[in-house]
């Protein structure tokens, strides 16, 4: 039996500030707009999926790499 893809939690951090966990519950799979962000500001995101496994406990996976993304002022 396999696991099931539940969803992802997604960390997030403004600048070198260290990475935090940014959403309080799990995130649907596929894309996310994040509405918090502030033009001129550099973020780092990292993400984890989490499965519910054969057994119904959910596993966190290892980290993504970390991607940055720039809100420019225009």
């Known amino acids: 039996e396999s696991s099931k893809l539940i969803g992802f939690l997604l960390y997030r951090?403004?600048?070198r500030l260290p990475l935090?966990?940014?959403s309080a519950a799990l995130l649907p799979v596929g894309s996310?707009?994040?509405q918090q962000v502030q033009?001129?500001?550099v973020y780092r995101y990292q993400a984890r999926i989490v499965v519910?496994?054969?057994d119904g406990i959910a596993?966190?996976?290892d980290p993504s790499a970390v991607?940055?993304?720039h809100l420019s002022d225009d």
């Open 13 to 15: 951090a403004e600048g």
């Open 20 to 22: 935090q966990q940014h």
């Open 52 to 54: 519910r496994r054969h």
């Open 39 to 41: 033009p001129g500001q």
């Open 59 to 61: 596993a966190e996976s």
């Open 32 to 34: 996310y707009d994040d």
């Open 67 to 69: 991607i940055s993304a």
